[in-house]
T-cell receptor, first 117, second 112 residues
Framework: AQSVSQHNHHVILSEAASLELGCNYSYGGTVNLFWYVQYPGQHLQLLLKYFSGDPLVKGIKGFEAEFIKSKFSFNLRKPSVQWSDTAEYFCAVNATPVGGSQGNLIFGKGTKLSVKP | ETGVTQSPTHLIKTRGQQVTLRCSSQSGHNTVSWYQQALGQGPQFIFQYYREEENGRGNFPPRFSGLQFPNYSSELNVNALELDDSALYLC???????????FGNGTRLTVT
């Protein structure tokens, strides 16, 4: 069965530190990849997505992610975090994509990011 | 605001009972999905409806069922509740399967 692994359960950083959150998936075929974010007390919202093309994708709020097919990875990065980035981050995969399908997602367990001011 | 509202926000049920959770999607969103998020886990896909027909299902037993109505509202029904059904249930809607999901804030179900 397809699965998504997020390596870090809880990451604590100081403001201006660089961020990289790991995500690996177990599926050898074509996938659509996503990062979702959940700020405290808010709903899940899409941060960025990858379907095809340039493996480096840019999302909202300065986040980016790199798809490395050979490593089955889709790590999330931000050069300099802010206190307002404190949230839970979820990596997700659509392992049976048809074109740009964004449903039927398999989520990782999430990584909590705490940014100290 | 996502425009997706779920009710109730919290619910406590007893093992063996049945529960109905409700979701109101944005007008025009023809696709609705339901996810179960257990404590400390990521959301797990239950099923998806498109124009009132189920068109995708995750690894959940038949006692999890759903309905989607023409007025962009939907329901998740769970029969014969088990303790492990205690979780946050998320509704997500979109224009179609190629559009971003808009999540609601969820319904927290506790089964005792």
């Amino acid at each position: 069965a397809q699965s998504v692994s997020q390596h870090n359960h809880h990451v604590i950083l100081s403001e201006a530190a660089s961020l990289e959150l790991g995500c690996n998936y177990s599926y050898g075929g074509t996938v659509n990849l996503f990062w979702y974010v959940q700020y405290p007390g808010q709903h899940l919202q899409l941060l960025l997505k990858y379907f095809s093309g340039d493996p480096l994708v840019k999302g909202i709020k300065g986040f980016e992610a790199e798809f490395i097919k050979s490593k089955f990875s889709f790590n999330l990065r931000k050069p300099s975090v802010q206190w307002s980035d404190t949230a839970e981050y979820f990596c997700a995969v659509n392992a049976t994509p048809v074109g740009g399908s964004q449903g039927n997602l398999i989520f990782g367990k999430g990584t909590k990011l705490s940014v100290k001011p | 605001e996502t425009g997706v509202t779920q009710s109730p926000t919290h619910l406590i049920k007893t093992r063996g009972q049945q529960v109905t959770l409700r979701c109101s999607s944005q007008s025009g969103h023809n696709t609705v999905s339901w996810y179960q998020q257990a404590l400390g886990q990521g959301p797990q896909f239950i099923f998806q409806y498109y124009r009132e027909e189920e068109n995708g299902r995750g690894n959940f037993p038949p006692r999890f069922s759903g309905l989607q109505f023409p007025n962009y509202s939907s329901e998740l029904n769970v029969n014969a509740l088990e303790l492990d059904d205690s979780a946050l249930y998320l509704c997500a809607s979109s224009w179609d399967n190629n559009s971003p999901l808009h999540f609601g804030n969820g319904t927290r179900l506790t089964v005792t």
